[in-house]
């Protein structure tokens, strides 16, 4: 047996940095600008140490374009480089002169104050330069002694030594052709906006600090007033409203993570509020596509994380996987739940006002995530059609005496549209039942997850079925028909509705009921509402809908009609009767409203 070390040929595995190690070449910019501010903070950590004993002076990057010569330089006054550091930081790909820094500093640093660890960022240059300088000077050196190294991305380099006023580092990049949109101020401008807007060292480019160094998310809590807080929303969404409220994040152990999450006042369309919220590494602008990260539902809220944990370089399926992500994403998910737990508890009232905004939020998650569902369910809030609100426990025991039906089931009624079933809910009410408001986004889903965590409940519709038979425990009052009379009257009825659609039932409701009403059977509504949305109900998305067209018997207007001898007449009236009903639920169209209004028009 033989052991050996495998060779990485640099011929080899140049060009797959270059090209495939990053796929957008944009991000050389937010290398190299790292690398300028980790040599910058080296230099304070060294100051602190006391092993620099100069003046450290202002500690600004400044970048330059020179579009004659085609150039982009980043320059610092940071630590700089030695002859043999370039040999070992730049020359061997892959080591990190930063890992090696934070090893060696540990104890006198925080640990998120240098970005870089992976050795790879510096030749992200070669992705847009034909050829690349460093003119540098460490701060160790006397005198003027600097190195220029040069590279034209073959393996080749060559080294030499110059002289650099200041200790300190310029990378010049000679932009090559199919760049040059580098070599354009709004490019670099945008570019520095984006990646470098809260970089921890002042950036300077064409005379302006485009950066903030403390941003609100790396100060403590007790530093910040609410209106520091908003203001710095508005610095990552411009013209945005204020926020309803804020968590801010700061763990150290089993992963570190700082951030602030806020939460928007939702929309009415969702989905363009979705993934806002900022990935950072160190103060460094990563990405704002934070899927895989966060669980889905938390994409609604906004703002920023910042982690040296999440690993950067890699796929999001990968992402997914990873252990450390993980425990982030159950750590937000739980620091969420707290917060919306305290606020519940702090101020009620304040709480449902922000009901409205949150409460969709809510649900989605509920929806979504066991664990929070838990959490959820001490907070989440039902609101009722006279805009009250109450948790979960406290509504069961408002409806608990009367909403139960035959089986000893509660009934939760509700409406999915006011306005639509307002008759319905009128008559719940006049009948002292109360009726809950179901009209979001994600409703019809939640009300199917609360039926099966509740127990002993079901949810109903309004006009599901008369109010009395979807709660009454006993059998209606009876008929003041005789049994002969309600047959007639049924076969009468059913000659005068559309035989393929209604059906035609028949229930001793009181007098003070509507003579006919319209219903939608609950079980079929749902299944046809939710094959709309998919989810392998597709068999009933070709049936048309049904309804059932109860018929009071108990009603004057019925005896009224079983009398009437003139046949003519007692067409018209059931007739008249049953499409009154069917236009209170805008379901008389076409043909069949000219008409009915003609009749109608016609006994005036
Ligand atoms: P990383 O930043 O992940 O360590 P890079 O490829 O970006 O990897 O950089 C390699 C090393 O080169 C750095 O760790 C650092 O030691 C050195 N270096 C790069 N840029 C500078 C600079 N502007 N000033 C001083 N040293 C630098
Ligand atoms: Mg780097």
């Given at each position: 047996?033989?052991?050996?070390?495998?060779?990485?040929?640099?011929?080899?595995?140049?060009?797959?940095?270059?090209?495939?190690?990053?796929?957008?070449?944009?991000?050389?910019?937010?290398?190299?600008?790292?690398?300028?501010?980790?040599?910058?903070?080296?230099?304070?950590?060294?100051?602190?140490?006391?092993?620099?004993?100069?003046?450290?002076?202002?500690?600004?990057?400044?970048?330059?374009?020179?579009?004659?010569?085609?150039?982009?330089?980043?320059?610092?006054?940071?630590?700089?480089m030695?002859?043999?550091?370039?040999?070992?930081?730049?020359n061997?790909?892959?080591?990190?002169?930063?890992?090696?820094?934070?090893?060696?500093?540990?104890?006198?640093?925080?640990?998120?104050?240098?970005?870089?660890?992976?050795?790879?960022?510096?030749?992200?240059?070669?992705?847009?330069?034909?050829?690349?300088?460093?003119?540098?000077?460490?701060?160790?050196?006397?005198?003027?002694?600097?190195?220029?190294?040069?590279?034209?991305?073959?393996?080749?380099?060559?080294?030499?030594?110059?002289?650099?006023?200041?200790?300190?580092?310029?990378?010049?990049?000679?932009?090559?052709?199919?760049?040059?949109?580098?070599?354009?101020?709004?490019?670099?401008?945008?570019?520095?906006?984006?990646?470098?807007?809260?970089?921890?060292?002042?950036?300077?480019?064409?005379?302006?600090?485009?950066?903030?160094?403390?941003?609100?998310?790396?100060?403590?809590?007790?530093?910040?007033?609410e209106?520091?807080?908003?203001?710095?929303?508005?610095?990552?969404?411009?013209?945005?409203?204020n926020?309803?409220f804020?968590?801010?994040?700061?763990?150290?152990?089993?992963?570190?993570?700082?951030?602030?999450?806020?939460?928007?006042?939702?929309?009415?369309?969702?989905?363009?509020?979705?993934?806002?919220?900022?990935?950072?590494?160190?103060?460094?602008?990563?990405?704002?596509?934070?899927?895989?990260?966060?669980?889905?539902?938390?994409?609604?809220?906004?703002?920023?994380?910042?982690?040296?944990?999440?690993?950067?370089?890699?796929?999001?399926?990968?992402?997914?996987?990873?252990?450390?992500?993980?425990?982030?994403s159950?750590?937000?998910?739980?620091?969420?739940?707290?917060r919306?737990?305290?606020?519940?508890?702090e101020?009620?009232?304040?709480?449902?006002?922000?009901?409205?905004?949150i409460?969709?939020?809510?649900?989605?998650?509920?929806?979504?995530?066991?664990?929070?569902?838990?959490?959820?369910?001490?907070?989440?809030?039902?609101?009722?059609?006279?805009?009250?609100?109450?948790?979960?426990?406290?509504?069961?025991?408002?409806?608990?005496?009367?909403?139960?039906?035959?089986?000893?089931?509660?009934?939760?009624?509700?409406?999915?549209?006011?306005?639509?079933?307002?008759?319905?809910?009128?008559a719940?009410?006049?009948?002292?039942?109360?009726?809950?408001?179901?009209?979001?986004?994600?409703?019809?889903?939640?009300?199917?997850?609360?039926e099966?965590?509740?127990?002993?409940?079901?949810?109903?519709?309004?006009?599901?079925?008369?109010?009395?038979?979807?709660?009454?425990?006993?059998?209606?009052?009876?008929?003041?028909?005789?049994?002969?009379?309600?047959?007639?009257?049924?076969?009468?009825?059913?000659?005068?509705?559309?035989?393929?659609?209604?059906?035609?039932?028949?229930?001793?409701?009181s007098?003070?009921?509507?003579?006919?009403?319209?219903?939608?059977?609950?079980?079929?509504?749902?299944?046809?509402?939710?094959?709309?949305?998919?989810?392998?109900?597709?068999?009933?998305?070709?049936?048309?809908?049904?309804?059932?067209?109860?018929?009071?018997?108990?009603?004057?207007?019925?005896?009224?009609?079983?009398?009437?001898?003139?046949?003519?007449?007692?067409?018209?009236?059931?007739?008249?009767?049953?499409?009154?009903?069917?236009?209170?639920?805008?379901?008389?169209?076409?043909?069949?409203?000219?008409?009915?209004?003609?009749?109608?028009?016609?006994?005036?």
């Amino acid at each position: 047996m033989s052991t050996g070390k495998i060779n990485v040929q640099t011929e080899n595995i140049f060009p797959i940095i270059k090209k495939f190690l990053y796929s957008d070449h944009e991000i050389f910019l937010r290398e190299l600008v790292s690398n300028a501010v980790d040599a910058s903070q080296k230099l304070r950590t060294l100051a602190s140490a006391n092993e620099f004993k100069g003046e450290t002076g202002e500690l600004e990057v400044t970048v330059t374009i020179n579009k004659e010569a085609k150039t982009l330089t980043i320059s610092d006054r940071g630590v700089g480089m030695t002859a043999e550091e370039i040999d070992r930081y730049i020359n061997q790909i892959a080591f990190s002169g930063a890992e090696e820094f934070v090893t060696k500093y540990k104890d006198k640093m925080d640990s998120g104050a240098i970005i870089g660890h992976f050795g790879l960022g510096f030749y992200s240059a070669f992705m847009v330069a034909a050829k690349v300088e460093i003119v540098t000077r460490s701060f160790r050196e006397e005198g003027e002694k600097a190195v220029r190294w040069e590279c034209d991305g073959s393996p080749e380099f060559t080294l030499s030594e110059t002289t650099r006023a200041d200790r300190g580092t310029d990378i010049i990049l000679h932009i090559n052709e199919e760049s040059e949109e580098f070599l354009e101020t709004a490019r670099i401008e945008n570019l520095l906006q984006k990646y470098c807007k809260f970089l921890p060292v002042s950036i300077k480019f064409e005379d302006k600090i485009i950066n903030n160094t403390r941003p609100a998310w790396t100060k403590k809590p007790a530093e910040l007033t609410e209106d520091d807080y908003n203001a710095f929303y508005k610095e990552l969404y411009p013209f945005s409203e204020n926020p309803l409220f804020h968590i801010h994040l700061n763990v150290d152990y089993p992963f570190s993570l700082t951030g602030i999450l806020y939460f928007p006042k939702l929309k009415k369309n969702i989905e363009v509020q979705k993934n806002k919220i900022q990935l950072y590494c160190n103060q460094v602008f990563v990405t704002d596509s934070v899927e895989g990260i966060v669980p889905d539902f938390l994409t609604l809220l906004h703002g920023v994380i910042d982690s040296p944990d999440i690993p950067l370089n890699v796929s999001r399926s990968y992402l997914q996987s990873d252990t450390n992500v993980k425990k982030i994403s159950s750590h937000i998910t739980k620091k969420v739940a707290d917060r919306l737990e305290e606020l519940y508890k702090e101020s009620r009232t304040d709480f449902e006002s922000k009901w409205d905004d949150i409460g969709v939020f809510i649900k989605y998650g509920m929806l979504s995530d066991e664990k929070f569902y838990d959490r959820g369910q001490k907070f989440c809030l039902l609101k009722n059609i006279d805009g009250q609100y109450f948790n979960l426990e406290e509504y069961r025991n408002k409806v608990q005496p009367l909403q139960t039906d035959k089986n000893n089931k509660l009934v939760y009624l509700y409406t999915s549209n006011p306005e639509d079933q307002h008759g319905f809910v009128t008559a719940a009410k006049n009948k002292g039942y109360d009726v809950l408001i179901m009209e979001g986004p994600l409703d019809a889903h939640f009300l199917n997850a609360l039926e099966s965590k509740l127990e002993n409940t079901s949810f109903v519709r309004v006009d599901a079925d008369t109010v009395d038979k979807l709660i009454l425990k006993e059998e209606n009052t009876t008929s003041v028909l005789t049994d002969e009379e309600v047959e007639n009257l049924k076969s009468f009825a059913q000659l005068n509705v559309p035989k393929e659609q209604y059906t035609v039932v028949l229930e001793n409701l009181s007098p003070d009921d509507a003579p006919v009403t319209i219903t939608r059977p609950e079980f079929m509504r749902r299944m046809k509402e939710m094959s709309s949305v998919g989810g392998g109900y597709d068999f009933m998305g070709g049936m048309s809908e049904q309804f059932n067209v109860v018929v009071n018997t108990n009603h004057p207007l019925m005896s009224k009609i079983l009398n009437e001898t003139d046949e003519q007449i007692k067409t018209f009236k059931m007739k008249q009767a049953i499409d009154l009903a069917r236009l209170s639920q805008n379901l008389l169209k076409g043909e069949e409203l000219t008409q009915f209004i003609q009749k109608a028009v016609s006994t005036l």
